[in-house]
């Protein structure tokens, strides 16, 4: 995406809904990114898979990253988010994502620490691989509804300052699943 380069002022890029397959580069090939000062990129509603994750690097500016509704699948390795040192929210909600790999607990911090909001929604997430969020000092939204099944086991998994309403969500989600059943 060179034709972006020109832009050195560019905060705000909303591509959404334009039938994108691929990106090549967000970055610039040659170098550092000329979008250094972009903060909110939005690929909602496009056709971008797994590849597009390591076309972010660069972006150490961006704080809202929009992923909605996108062919992202099965394990994301999160390592691909370590440049995204000022992302405070991402929407990765309407994939067909099962798990995330490589994140804090396990192998070191994770990068992500000024992350707020994460929206996971409509995705292949469940009990099993809700670890994931362990050590995500600064996450106050936390957004889940999935095809959740079965008791959900939060011990350790949630920091104890995520606000209440996450833990009754998730409730009454599980009490309306028994009773459709």
Known sequence: MKEFDSL?????????????HSVVTLTGSEGPSRVNKLESLDLRVNNLNNSILSSLKGLSSLKHLYFEGNRLQGSINMKEFDSLSNLEGLWLTGNKIQDFVALTGYEGPSRLNKLESLDLGYNRINDSTLSFVKGFSSLKHLYLYNQLDGLIDTKGYMPTYIPLYIYIYIYILLVFLQLIR
Do not use: P
Not at 8 to 17: A, D, K, M, P, Y
């Open 8 to 20: 050195s002022n560019l905060e705000v890029l909303w591509l959404f809904r334009n039938n994108i």
